[in-house]
């Protein structure tokens, strides 16, 4: 398989299903961001090396391509013209936004109450879990503007929604597991 296609020479895609749109669709800017954020899922990964938290990532991970094959294809598009499913994939579903929950409470367990809004930092690893989280959020950001004009799965915006929430669970825990102190924001 050729990686260049030269089919985008022109600044243009396909989405699942053959549509063509420009590079700068609002649906390839929302898949895109879910992509980027994969990327730092990435990064992050690569810098533990706790099992568990590495397994849960790459189920994350997983579910972002899922994500984003989901927003490449537009509803009008979901079913062949046969009336199967285009994607042969398990969708977003509310089963993986209890998986984020749960985890989110496990690893709440071990932290501190939060008293303070919470300077990113302290550790690489720690400040890849906040840009991360930015990038999630600005993932959920485009998708919303995607949802305010086309139809898309409603189980993608609280995925994104609790997975940001999961991300900075997740800088809290690694900033305890490294032993480096929290800088409380104090407004200042």
């Not at 243009?12 to 899922?41: M, Q």
């Amino acid at each position: 398989m050729k990686i260049y296609t030269k089919t985008g020479d022109d600044g243009k895609t396909s989405l699942y299903g053959g549509t063509r749109v420009k590079k700068n669709d609002l649906r390839i800017d929302a898949y895109g961001t879910v992509d980027e954020l994969n990327s730092y899922l990435g990064l992050i990964r690569d810098q533990i090396d706790e099992e568990g938290l590495i397994n849960d990532l790459i189920r994350i991970q997983s579910r972002l391509f899922t994500m984003g094959a989901m927003l490449a294809t537009p509803k009008e598009k979901e079913k062949k013209k046969d009336g199967t499913d285009r994607l042969k994939i398990k969708k977003i579903e509310e089963e993986q936004i209890d998986f984020l929950e749960k985890r989110i409470d496990q690893m709440n367990e071990v932290l501190e109450p939060m008293t303070h809004f919470i300077l990113p930092g302290g550790h690489t690893v720690v400040s890849f879990c906040h840009i991360a989280r930015c990038v999630c959020r600005r993932a959920e950001r485009k998708t919303v503007e995607l949802a305010d004009n086309e139809i898309i799965n409603d189980y993608i915006l609280v995925y994104l929604n609790r997975l940001s929430d999961y991300l900075f669970v997740l800088a809290r825990k690694l900033t305890k597991d490294y032993k480096v102190k929290e800088m409380p924001w104090k407004g200042q």
